[in-house]
């Protein structure tokens, strides 16, 4: 089995740790999915995969937090910690406003 390019911690917190694999999380149908690369994150707005294989072909690991590996239900508050120090949050009671993704801590190492 090969290692996964995050952790889950906690009951909201994913952890990106393999550059070369950027993570996109999805949250529910209705929720709108989020890209974390090694440089932050943003709101994905390109095609969604169908399946892993086809995210791996894209460079990506589809991560959807709402399967029983992850959390197992839909979450409105989702931590992330990314590769260059920054730990952000995700709020997805405000998916339309400026409050959706913000840094949470800067330089947690």
């Known amino acids: 089995m090969t290692e996964k390019p995050y952790l889950v911690s906690g009951r909201n917190t994913l952890i ?21 690369t090694y440089k932050g994150i943003k709101r994905y707005d390109g095609k969604i995969p169908d399946n892993k294989r086809e995210a791996k072909l894209m460079d990506m690991e589809l991560v959807d937090v709402t399967s029983g590996e992850i959390f197992g ?27 959706f993704i913000k840094i949470h801590q800067d330089s947690i190492f």
């Not at 990106?16 to 974390?36: E, T, Y």
């Not at 910690?81 to 920054?86: A, H, R, V």
């Open 73 to 99: 239900d839909e979450k409105t508050l989702i931590f992330i910690q990314t590769l260059n120090g920054k730990e952000y949050k995700i709020d997805y009671s405000k998916p339309d406003t400026s409050m």
């Open 16 to 36: 990106h740790k393999i550059r070369k694999l950027d993570l996109l999380v999805v949250n529910g149908d209705d929720m709108p999915p989020i890209l974390v």
